[in-house]
């Protein structure tokens, strides 16, 4: 049908409109806007390309276009015409910015979340965590999220009677922990000693390939930031064991300088936490109980020394076997992969029956390493800690050229000499234990103010020395050696003397079996 001859009008061929007409041109005068949360408008988008910022990416920082919680999604299709339309292309050849989520409209509560019991905060569990759970044990926060037995109580026995159990037990027998939350990273690349030499304060280039060193780690400060044995794996190729609640901290730490700082460098750094499962058995026998469980391992002393690592199977289960200890005594870390993790642990634990091999949890755990002076990053230190305030400048390297922390080291409030140490404390009472965080005086008054020397940071009873222990922070304290200072509490005062705080074995003979 002829439309002319039924007066119908010829419908207009549809066109986008990207800019409503006005009697006032753009730029002078009108205002066309375009992102109503920026309040950017068309004449900012005109001024843009004029400017010469042709790509999207840059217009958008340019005007902070499509900056706002919409991400674009209601400004940003009309601004890529008008730019397409001043430089005369289509809109597809200009492409589009980077949307970030939320992509769709989340409510408020869904970013504040909700109040879930145990739910509230991710819980990190051991592949082992079932079976402590079976056999009664209390469980204690950790650091990183993570949760590790605390002590295994036997019928009727109270917590300190569990722990001494424990800790005797350790150091006369077999003690087996897991210790598989201990942060682990893997380390590979050509220029992966170069790393390690700058984050620790000891030297790494003669370390051979199988064998095992303790280093600390400093911030830019100076001050104490982790710890931890890191073994050489291969040529270019170390795993790095960090302290469980900075595990995350310190790969970050690695990452920051590695790509800030050095990104030249040839090295890769990746979490392997959870991919090993970590069981370390301690005490006298325990290189017979090993030996009864593996036998491509050489454990004679002189193939298999302290601070080395051998590759093998434990209970037929591929793992690498690593002579380092926490506590002293001769010990034997193991790693399985996860899924292996139980079949070991029960595989040791019936082998070791005849060895009366006893679980430990990290209260026994932090008694053995107290009894020996071994500090805890976080618990000895409190990021105004260096190495020589904790009697460890034999671990700063006197050759290496640089390393992050060394030039704070040298700074004059850091190297006076009547800084806090690190000492023990033995109090004239013997059962009496004092309170971690307990503030030391030298001079006691009636009352306060007095004079605050330094406090308690580890405190806990020593079945093996028949007596409490305690190590602390104290100003001029290596210099203090025998005196007595105090701690006064709300209902009475305890006094002790200064000590080394090495309290057990301070040879150190026990730990080569």
């Avoid at 009873?461 to 922070?473: K, V």
Wanted: aromatic share 8%.
């Amino acid at each position: 049908m002829n439309h002319r001859s039924t007066g119908a009008a010829i419908p207009a061929p549809a066109r986008a409109l990207w800019l409503v007409p006005s009697d006032r041109p753009v730029g002078r005068g009108g205002k066309h806007f375009i992102d109503h949360q920026n309040d950017v408008t068309a004449a900012d988008l005109l001024l843009a390309a004029r400017e010469g910022y042709r790509s999207v990416e840059h217009l958008k920082r340019y005007t902070t276009m499509g900056m706002g919680t919409d991400q674009g999604k209601t400004s940003n299709v009309n601004a890529l015409a008008l730019l397409a339309a001043s430089q005369g292309v289509d809109i597809a050849a200009l492409g589009t910015t980077t949307f970030r989520p939320p992509y769709t409209p989340v409510t408020i509560g869904a970013f504040a979340g909700h109040e879930r019991g145990d739910l509230l905060d991710p819980i990190r569990k051991t592949p082992l965590h079932d079976w402590h759970d079976s056999v009664g044990a209390p469980f204690e926060n950790v650091g990183g999220g993570w949760r590790r037995a605390w002590y295994y109580p036997k019928a009727g026995e109270t917590l300190h009677e569990a722990v001494n159990r424990e800790v005797e037990a350790a150091r006369t027998g077999v003690g087996i922990v897991d210790a598989s939350t201990l942060g682990k990273i893997d380390i590979q690349g050509p220029d992966a000693v170069r790393l390690l030499n700058w984050v620790y304060t000891n030297a790494w280039d003669r370390l051979d390939v199988g064998r095992c060193r303790y280093g600390l780690m400093l911030g830019e400060d100076g001050m104490a930031m982790d710890d931890g044995v890191t073994t050489r794996l291969g040529e270019h190729h170390y795993m790095m064991t960090t302290t469980t609640g900075n595990a995350a901290r310190v790969l970050g730490w690695l990452e920051s300088w590695l790509q800030c700082e050095w990104p030249h460098f040839k090295v890769y750094c990746t979490s392997v936490t959870e991919q090993w499962a970590t069981v370390a058995i301690n005490g006298p026998m325990s290189r017979r109980l090993l030996a009864e469980l593996s036998a491509d391992i050489d454990l004679d002393p002189q193939a298999f020394p302290f601070m080395a690592m051998r590759g093998g199977h434990v209970a037929g289960i591929p793992a690498r076997v690593f002579r380092i200890s926490f506590t002293g005594e001769l010990s034997f870390e193991i790693n399985v992969p996860p899924s292996y993790a139980l079949a070991l642990w029960q595989a040791l634990m019936t082998a070791g029956e005849k060895y009366s091999i006893t679980p430990y949890g990290t209260e026994a755990m932090h008694v053995l390493r107290a009894e020996k002076g071994y500090v805890i990053v976080g618990q000895e230190t409190d990021g105004t800690v260096t190495p020589y305030d904790l009697g460890m400048g034999w671990i700063v390297s006197k050759t290496k050229p640089d390393f992050i922390g060394k030039r704070s080291l040298a700074r004059s409030d850091t190297a006076r000499p009547d800084r806090k140490h690190l000492v023990g404390l033995l109090t004239d009472n013997p059962s009496e234990t004092i309170p971690e965080g307990g503030q030391i005086v030298a001079e006691l008054k009636h009352k306060p103010p007095m004079a605050m020397i330094g406090h308690v940071t580890s405190s806990y009873y020593s079945p093996n020395l028949g007596r409490s222990i305690a190590l602390a922070l104290v100003r001029n304290g290596r210099n203090r050696m025998g005196e007595t200072v105090h701690v006064p509490l709300a209902d009475r005062v305890i006094r002790a003397k200064v000590a080394d705080p090495r309290f057990f074995d301070p040879e150190g003979t026990r730990l080569h079996g």
